[in-house]
């Protein structure tokens, strides 16, 4: 059974330019969440998707966003990149309908934003 | 707020010795999961044991154990027989049911040969 796919690995970008990346959950899973992860800061919440709507939502500003298609495939979009934006972001996949929410991580994309 | 705290930002342990990192969280609800999530220097993030806060017993898996302290909002992961490969950075997460996951900011683990 394939993993949670990330793509692109690396990204580098420079200010004021937007990003997109993909994520492919395992088959069979439905809710896809984002993460971003910086060092010191952990984990912080971006969002999660199952069946294509937005289940919940981090405290991020608006140029972070993101969709899933019916395949629950899933891409989130950084717009008007920012320095502090430079980081690992990491996709993971789960069920959705099982109350534990075990959680399937990607290996991430590293953005760096120059 | 619910927030998760794990105050040590690195640990070590010699090989085959024991290890324990702590994790404080915060929370006003009753029913939620604990997890401890393990990401290796190749960064994907795997689980590495998981406890309900319904349940009293406290989870084992293998060399992994918890100590779940429910009045005092503390899940401290255990880790016997410490190996090379434990060698990873350990993130605790809590959960309250049907909302989004909370992490901390994670423990450097080193293990010494």
């Known amino acids: 059974k394939a993993g949670v796919t990330q793509t692109p690995r690396y990204l580098i970008k420079t200010r004021g330019q937007q990003v997109t990346l993909s994520c492919s959950p395992i088959s069979g899973h439905r809710s896809v969440s984002w993460y971003q992860q910086t060092p010191g800061q952990g984990l912080q919440f971006l969002f999660e998707y199952f069946s294509e709507t937005q289940r919940n939502k981090g405290n991020f500003p608006g140029r972070f966003s993101g969709r899933q298609f019916s395949n629950s495939r899933s891409e989130m979009n950084v717009s008007t990149l920012e320095l502090g934006d430079s980081a690992l972001y990491l996709c993971?996949?789960?069920?959705?309908?099982?109350?534990?929410?075990?959680?399937?991580f990607g290996e991430g994309s590293r953005l760096t934003v120059l | 707020a619910q927030t998760v705290t794990q105050s040590q930002p690195e640990m070590s342990v010699q090989e085959a010795e024991t290890v324990t990192l702590s994790c404080t969280y915060d929370?006003?609800?009753?029913?939620?999961?604990l997890f401890w999530y393990k990401q290796p220097p190749s960064r994907q993030m795997i689980l590495v044991i998981r406890?309900?806060?319904?349940?009293?017993q406290n989870a084992t898996e293998n060399r992994f154990s918890v100590n779940f302290q429910k009045a005092a909002k503390s899940f401290s992961l255990k880790i016997s027989d410490s190996q090379l490969g434990d060698a990873a950075m350990y993130f605790c997460?809590?959960?309250?049911?049907?909302?989004?996951?909370?992490f901390g900011t994670g423990t450097s683990l080193t293990v010494i040969p």
């Open positions: 929370t006003s609800e009753s029913d939620y999961y």
């Open positions: 993971a996949s789960s069920l959705g309908t099982d109350s534990t929410g075990e959680l399937f």
């Open positions: 997460a809590y959960r309250p049911p049907g909302n989004q996951f909370y």
């Open positions: 406890q309900e806060a319904y349940k009293q």
